[in-house]
């Protein structure tokens, strides 16, 4: 699973099968998830996002599951395919006090890897 | 093509010196910010701007600069940066704030090295 650390938790999984990654969140006031897939050299690559009045939402090949009883997120990758290696990350939004700015705190990643 | 674009890719400079990165979009984005990502923690929020001469500070401003004089550049400086700044800097714009469902692009990054 994923939660920010000082290591970054790793994920391997046979071609063709799929892929499930976790996100612990951490504020019970974070109305907006995203996840984002960052290959290695790039920059991060917004794949789905999920808001809090939801438990789930499908996009091509992906699902993201939100529960919030547990203030647990992930993503379902179904399929994997070699192109799907990278390092995965889940972002949370909170709703802050009045007159203050949103922002985006982002979790340190899951690194997958998909085996031949 | 459109998009958002990051120079320089790399950079190594000493401590005590300035040095700039610039951010470029061509979407026209209200929304632009500055992040920070380093081994073991999440994407940091350095510096953002919601319009043309406006930003605010994020999670970790200290040491850094900033400036939007116009709409499609957002460049970040470092006035006398420190070996603690060592990093891969990104650049991420969008139409809105994040919360309301449009997502950010990012850049490639800058990873700078500090000795």
């Known amino acids: 699973g994923e939660s920010v650390g000082l290591h970054l938790p790793t994920l391997s999984v046979q071609e063709g099968d799929n892929s499930i990654i976790n996100c612990a969140y951490s504020?019970?006031?974070?109305?907006?998830f995203i996840w984002y897939k960052q290959e290695s050299g790039k920059g991060p690559q917004f794949i789905i996002d999920i808001r809090s009045n939801m438990d789930k939402r499908q996009g091509q090949r992906v699902t993201v599951l939100l529960n919030k009883t547990v203030k647990h997120l992930s993503l379902q990758i179904a399929a994997t395919q070699p192109g799907d290696s990278a390092v995965y990350f889940c972002?949370?939004?909170?709703?802050?006090?009045?007159?203050?700015?949103?922002?985006?705190?982002f979790g340190s990643g899951t690194q997958l890897t998909v085996l031949p | 093509d459109a998009g958002i674009t990051q120079s320089p890719r790399y950079k190594i400079t000493e401590t005590g010196r300035q040095v700039t990165l610039m951010c470029h979009q061509t979407?026209?984005?209200?929304?632009m910010f500055w992040y920070r990502q380093d081994l073991g923690h999440g994407l940091r929020l350095i510096y953002y701007?919601?319009?043309?001469?406006?930003?605010d500070k994020g999670e970790v401003p200290d040491g850094y600069v900033v400036s939007r004089s116009k709409t499609e550049n957002f460049p970040l400086t470092l006035e006398s940066a420190t070996r603690s700044q060592t990093s891969v800097y990104f650049c991420?714009?969008?139409?809105?704030?994040?919360?309301?469902?449009?997502?950010?692009?990012f850049g490639d990054g800058t990873r700078l090295s500090i000795l």
């Open positions: 991420a714009s969008s139409g809105s704030h994040p919360a309301s469902g449009q997502p950010q692009h």
């Open positions: 701007s919601a319009a043309a001469d406006i930003t």
């Open positions: 504020n019970s006031a974070s109305d907006y």
């Open positions: 979407w026209s984005h209200s929304y």
């Open positions: 972002a949370e939004n909170i709703a802050p006090p009045s007159g203050s700015a949103r922002q985006l705190t």
